[in-house]
């Protein structure tokens, strides 16, 4: 496998299919750039090395072809002031107009192609369509971790019209690596740290880490589920019902498999789910009827800081609560200011899935982890141990 910055792009046409699926205001103004800011790395590597970059990327759920609301050009003026060059567009990403502004491309230059996904043939990772899509580059570079979890022709199909010359980008090579360390080679003591609203979500992600982790803290919605399933009374919390059963088993498993599975002592419950209503602490096993729990107490955050600091590795997915509002966010940010803690003191920190990467965000600790993965459902699906389609098709 070739590495993106031992690689020569001089006189090459790179291929680089990124994740520029950003949020546009009704104006058609890009809200939130990160994900454009974090390509912009490995787009620049390209362009210094005297190569031409072909970005490609979808936006949005565009249903039936071209809609003005989700096209890339969009995004021009905002890429151009961050490359500080000019950028061509392409109204199609396949045909005519492309083929000829891919071929005029100097070294130097950046051409952006219009939304993949206004063809439908792009999710259903067509072969034809990705064929045409590879004859307009020399170099296939995917950096869009984002979607490395699906088939689709320009995240894995068109990988196998470059079997010389495909390759991550920085994101997908940091993601990767970030992802490996932990679920590869750990250092111990390795503390995952579980929350969000459901089980369901996490079932999977929880059983591959039983056999990896030395520690287990769950959080959210979903220990009142635990606890439960092991016999305690949770009020109007939120349960699943048929997942009773299998939380049992996974407790059991935990136990067989030596991993400590830490199941809050205390709760915050409140009378109704509102940050206005009434609020109170209860043990965890013991939640009144017609109160619900919406974040872990003090007791629980003491505990859970103290496994959180003596580890040297931690995987942190899920709000400890409802964090969103500001009642019940004691415990989650009590959580990422431990993770940062224990970060400062050596160990490796990976925060990864929409509302954790929010509140490290919110509490402004991205700096002092070691990483936040931007990939959301693909990053679970790797730590769930499955084969991401995006990953295996540059490795092969
Ligand atoms: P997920 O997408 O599964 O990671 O869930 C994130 C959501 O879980 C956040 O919006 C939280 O507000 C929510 N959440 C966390 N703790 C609780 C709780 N105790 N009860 C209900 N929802 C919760």
């Known amino acids: 496998m ?121 999710e259903k990772g067509d072969e034809e369509f990705a064929s045409k899509l590879a004859s307009l580059g020399d170099v296939y570079v995917n950096d869009a971790f984002g979607t490395a979890h699906r088939a689709h022709a320009s995240t894995a199909i068109i990988a196998r019209f ?16 970030s992802i490996d360390k932990v679920l590869k080679n750990a250092e111990s003591p390795f503390t995952a740290i579980l929350g969000g609203a459901k089980v369901s979500g996490k079932i999977e992600i929880i059983n591959n880490l039983i056999g990896k982790v030395d520690n287990l803290l769950i959080g959210g919605g979903m220990m009142f589920t635990f606890i439960k399933a092991l016999g305690g009374e949770v009020g109007s919390s939120l349960v699943e019902e048929d997942l009773l059963q299998l939380a049992r088993e996974t407790s059991d498993k935990a136990e067989a498999n030596n991993v400590r599975l830490y199941i809050p002592q205390d709760t915050i419950i409140a009378d109704a789910f509102s940050n206005d209503a009434a609020r109170s602490e209860s043990k965890s096993t013991h939640i009144p009827e017609g109160w619900m729990g919406l974040d872990i107490g003090p007791e629980a955050i003491r505990a859970y800081r103290e496994v959180i600091l003596n580890s040297k590795t931690i995987l942190w997915n899920g709000p400890m609560g409802v964090f969103e509002m500001p009642h019940f966010e004691a415990g989650t940010k009590a959580i990422a200011e431990a993770v940062a803690e224990a970060t400062q003191k050596g160990a490796f920190s990976l925060i990864g899935g929409g509302d954790s990467v929010a509140a490290i965000n919110k509490y402004n600790l991205k700096d002092k982890v070691s990483y936040v993965s931007t990939g959301g459902g693909a990053m679970l699906e790797y730590i769930e141990g499955k084969e991401l389609p995006g990953v295996a098709a540059i490795k092969k």
């Open 2 to 122: 070739k590495t993106f910055e031992s690689f020569n792009f001089n006189g090459k046409k790179a291929l680089v299919r990124v994740d520029f699926n950003v949020p546009l205001d009704e104006r058609f103004h890009i809200t939130d750039t990160m994900r454009i800011d974090a390509a912009i790395p490995t787009i620049m590597k390209i362009l210094k090395d005297g190569g031409s970059v072909i970005l490609m990327s979808h936006l949005g759920r565009p249903k039936e072809g071209p809609a003005e609301k989700f096209s890339l050009k969009h995004l021009l003026p905002y890429l151009k002031e961050k490359t500080g060059t000019e950028v061509l567009f392409a109204n199609d990403c396949i045909g005519e107009e492309a083929k000829q502004l891919s071929a005029n491309l100097k070294g130097g230059q950046i051409l952006l192609l219009e939304n993949l996904r206004f063809y439908k043939q792009e």
């Open 162 to 177: 470059f079997p010389e010359n495909k390759m991550f980008g920085y994101i997908m090579e940091n993601e990767v690596k």
